[in-house]
């Protein structure tokens, strides 16, 4: 077994283990966001590019057990549409990430997050009962495959579409997890064919498996109890602080 600390700085992995306890909290919680959160986190002190393949390795593993858990609740007709203009946004999302210099991929994603940010902490209820029309799955899906690929988090365009198309907070959680585990697996297919999945990528994403699984428990717990508002806005803010860090960071 190949130690830890031989790939990653010890105070990384602690790092990276709180980061991804918090984020899949919140995934627990809404069904996404894991990657809004340990992304901005985890690139403050490790590589860009390796944090975005090392939270999409997680994404996977601990999508199987929520959608198995979900999956009943799912609403299939919506998947289609999504992941359609998924497939297509991500080849130019993945082309960026691995040909664009890592300093613009992190300003943009960190103004990408404080915009999504302001925009959870300033529209406190979605007009669920607007709903849009079907065919803006696929202008969505594009959308959510190009930040999918550039910076592993495909989940605002996605969640913001399905949020005016589904009115049950159940059938929307189960349907965005789904999609999201198709989305993932496509993605690290892409990365992998790419030869973009190394060792030390597969060793640190091994290593965080159990804060992921630990995060995700808990906020499936929450889900049950919590004021899902009251959580939304603590997530708004934390994302708005890390967004601000990342588009004025060097």
Not at 4 to 29: C, D, H, K
Not at 51 to 79: F, H, P, Q, W, Y
Not at 125 to 136: D, I, L, Q, S, Y
Not at 194 to 201: E, K, Q, R, S, Y
């Amino acid at each position: 077994m190949i130690p830890a600390e031989s790939l990653l700085p010890t105070s990384s992995l602690v790092l990276g283990a709180a980061a991804i306890l918090i984020a899949f909290i919140v995934r627990g919680f809404t069904g996404f966001g894991a990657a809004l959160i340990a992304i901005p986190l985890l690139a403050l002190v490790l590589d860009f590019k390796q944090v975005v393949l090392v939270v999409g390795v997680l994404s996977i593993i601990n999508g199987v057990s929520m959608t198995l858990a979900v999956r009943g609740e799912c609403d299939r007709k919506e998947i289609g549409p999504l992941f359609g203009g998924f497939l297509v946004g991500m080849a130019l999302g993945v082309a960026a990430l691995l040909y664009l210099p890592a300093p613009v991929l992190k300003r943009a994603f960190g103004l990408f997050v404080a915009l999504f940010a302001l925009r959870l902490l300033l529209v406190q209820t979605e007009a669920v009962g607007k709903r849009w029309p079907a065919w803006g799955g696929w202008v969505a899906g594009v959308c959510s495959g190009i930040t999918g690929g550039m910076f592993g988090a495909s989940g605002p365009p996605a969640v913001i579409y399905l949020y005016h198309r589904l009115q049950s907070p159940q059938v929307l959680r189960a349907t965005v997890i789904v999609y999201f585990l198709a989305g993932d697996v496509a993605r690290l297919g892409t990365y992998a064919a790419a030869g973009a999945i190394t060792l030390p990528v597969l060793w640190a994403s091994l290593w965080l498996v159990p804060s992921s699984f630990i995060g995700t428990w808990i906020g499936s717990g929450l889900q049950r109890r919590a004021s899902p508002a009251f959580f939304r806005a603590v997530v708004a803010a934390t994302l708005v602080v890390t967004g601000v860090l990342f588009a004025v960071g060097k």
